[in-house]
Every structure is written in structure tokens, then in C-alpha cells.
Nanobody
Framework: VQLQASGGGLVQAGGSLRLSCVAS????????MGWYRQAPGNLRESVAR???????SYADSVKGRFTISRETAKNAVYLEMNSLKPEDTAVYYC??????????????????WGRGTLVTVSS
């Protein structure tokens, strides 16, 4: 399974960006899709998650500013980021938890990561 993320870039404080991530490959089913971020010198942290049931969760630092959504038919997850702050600067990673086909008649669970897309917010 491969994840392709896009949408990062440079934006001024107060601006907006939309991240996209599409999963492809031998996907059997997807449970949870999410976004994480890692700023220089910091640990990777969860930003937002959306399970297959659709009840989203957000880090306190982004509540009210970021919105996560998913498009099941496309195996895609999106992160709409508004009112961006310099402290949002980080590499953003999409994450998918689900099941993939293994062989002709079996599946295995997996936890897959995209390669990251850089978001830089200038003050």
C-alpha cells in the first residue's frame, strides 16, 4: 500500500492550505485515516483522525481551525487548514490503518505512512 500526499507549501499566518492524501495498492479495507505532523526538534504528533465510522478527533491546538474529511471511494483523506499559525509549521504525514490483500485469499492488517509534505507558515 502506498500513500501519496500533496498540498503543502509556504503560506502567511492567517492563510489556508488543503492537504490531500490518496492510498493505493492492494487495499482490502481502511479503518482509520489521519494526519500527523513533526516540527523540527519535536516528536511526531497526531493532528486529526477520522475512522470509518466518521467521528473525527483533533489535537487541541488545531480544533476549530482544521477540518479532516475522507472520500471512501477514492481512498482519500483531506486536511483543510485555516487560520494557520507559525507554530503549525511542520512536515505533515498522512496515515492509514487498515487491511491489505496478501495472496489470493487472505488479508493482513497494516499501518501505513506517506512520505510527508512540508507546511511552512511565515509570520
Amino acid at each position: 500500500v502506498q500513500l501519496q500526499a500533496s498540498g503543502g507549501g509556504l503560506v502567511q499566518a492567517g492563510g489556508s492550505l488543503r492537504l490531500s492524501c490518496v492510498a493505493s495498492g492492494t487495499i482490502f479495507s481502511i479503518n482509520t485515516m489521519g494526519w500527523y505532523r513533526q516540527a523540527p526538534g519535536n516528536l511526531r504528533e497526531s493532528v486529526a483522525r477520522i475512522p470509518s465510522g466518521g467521528v473525527t478527533s483533533y489535537a487541541d491546538s488545531v480544533k476549530g481551525r482544521f477540518t479532516i474529511s475522507r472520500e471512501t471511494a477514492k481512498n482519500a483523506v483531506y486536511l483543510e487548514m485555516n487560520s494557520l499559525k507559525p507554530e503549525d509549521t511542520a512536515v505533515y504525514y498522512c496515515n492509514v490503518v487498515g487491511w491489505e490483500y496478501v495472496g489470493s485469499n487472505s488479508q493482513r492488517n497494516g499501518n501505513w505512512w506517506g512520505r510527508g509534505t512540508l507546511v511552512t507558515v511565515s509570520s
